[in-house]
């Protein structure tokens, strides 16, 4: 059976005159044999919702992780629903979480109708500080639930032994953060849940959406099956309110192709990272990989109280940025309610003005990364 995709484009032969700030095609590429066979053989088998090619996924990746069990569900977002309510949160409660993260944190939280409390965050690691979630903690928190931005490690030491002391839950939101360790150990692992996002630009990225939900508790594994599938106990048993968060069979086909290669994927990233670190001139403020983490540079992330000029300057050597994050958390009309102001997190409103993010994609060619890197030492 030959499916009928279109071929695509080599990439040696469209090589753009500017740097993309992320583009797939090159390893999309590399690995499409082996995708079209994993498509047949799912299409093969005409099992397209859950079934065999889902759990195989969740057993390879629960190796991975190093964790008990890995739950697939139809995107982070959903992961992080899944993991709040499988935990007990709703209306009532609080979870105290970064402002300066993508929405879908704090978005999940609302969702599942309890209370988000922001904590600023440390200016070394983009990451919740916890001496900051410390002050905060209420009678009425039920979780605390910090992000690995960037790609490293949040200082989940300090956190865990939060959540332990106040008997409040610990949910990892590691959607940019597959691979990264803190003490040797993934992300992710740390908490009671981790949560992750397959989205197709993530560190492993899917022809669409995905998530995965990752835990040690077989209470919570349990719990968090039932939810992505309506609740369910027996077929057609609802035990709970569940919803249809299914990973697809057939991204989950196309994530065990790209799995086995996400260990080189993140070490050509942490490649470029070191060589933009490298070259880049001293008036500029880099990431850092702070002690016993191994950061996966989902993003770089510099800084400049003049990004504008800054992105300009990278725009005419053909360089493509980002800004990661525009406007923090609490700024946001969808949670004015919340009733936070400007000035409410100097940390976070500080980041959102100054960070842009460079490509830092695993496909980068040589001449690309030498580009960036030429254009980082030209500050
Ligand atoms: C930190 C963070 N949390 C959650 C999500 C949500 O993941 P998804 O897009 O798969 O719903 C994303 C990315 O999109 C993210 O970057």
Redesign the pocket.
């Known amino acids: 059976m030959t499916l009928p995709l279109p071929a695509l484009s080599s990439p040696a032969s469209a090589q753009p005159a500017r740097i993309p700030f992320f583009d797939l095609a090159a390893q999309t590429s590399e690995l499409i044999v082996e995708i079209r066979a994993a498509l047949e053989r799912v299409i093969g088998s005409q099992r397209f919702i859950l079934g065999e090619e889902v759990a195989a996924f969740e057993r390879e990746i629960a190796a991975f992780l190093g964790v008990r069990h890995a739950i697939g569900v139809?995107?982070?977002?959903?992961?992080?629903t899944i993991a709040l309510t499988a935990l007990g949160v709703g209306p009532g409660d609080e979870v105290v979480t970064t402002p300066y993260?993508?929405?879908?944190?704090t978005g999940?939280i609302l969702r599942v109708g309890a209370r988000p409390v922001f904590a600023d965050i440390e200016r070394a690691s983009f990451n919740l500080d916890p001496a900051r979630v410390a002050e905060v903690m209420s009678e009425r928190t039920r979780a605390i639930l910090p992000?690995?931005?960037f790609g490293q490690a949040a200082d989940m030491t300090a956190l865990r032994a939060l959540a332990r002391h106040h008997s409040v839950a610990l949910i990892e939101?590691?959607?940019?953060a597959l691979g990264a360790t803190l003490h040797g150990e993934r992300v992710g692992t740390w908490g009671d849940m981790g949560?992750?996002?397959?989205?197709p630009?993530?560190n492993l990225g899917a022809f669409g959406?995905?998530?995965l939900v990752s835990t040690n508790d077989d209470r919570l594994a349990a719990l968090a099956r039932s939810l992505r599938n309506h609740g369910f106990g027996a077929k057609h048993h609802s035990q709970r309110l569940g919803g249809n968060f299914r990973l697809d069979a057939l991204q989950a086909a196309i994530l065990r192709v790209k799995l086995p290669h996400l260990a080189s994927f993140n070490a050509r990233r942490r490649e470029h990272a070191a060589r933009y670190l490298q070259s880049a001139s001293g008036s500029l403020r880099l990431p850092r990989e702070l002690e016993a983490r191994q950061h996966v540079y989902?993003q770089f992330v510099i800084r400049s109280p003049e990004r504008e000029a800054l992105a300009a300057r990278l725009a005419a050597r053909g360089i493509a940025t980002e800004h990661y994050y525009p406007t923090p958390i609490h700024l946001q009309k969808a949670c004015a309610d919340l009733g936070y102001r400007a000035g409410a997190f100097p940390e976070a409103e500080a980041a959102a003005r100054e960070s842009l993010a460079v490509p830092i994609f695993p496909e980068l060619e040589g001449w690309m990364v030498s580009t960036v890197a030429e254009a980082l030492a030209a500050e």
């Open positions: 139809s995107s982070g977002t959903d992961a992080l993260t993508f929405f879908a944190t999940a992000v690995h931005l939101d590691a959607a940019q949560c992750f996002s397959f989205f630009s993530k959406d995905g998530g989902h």
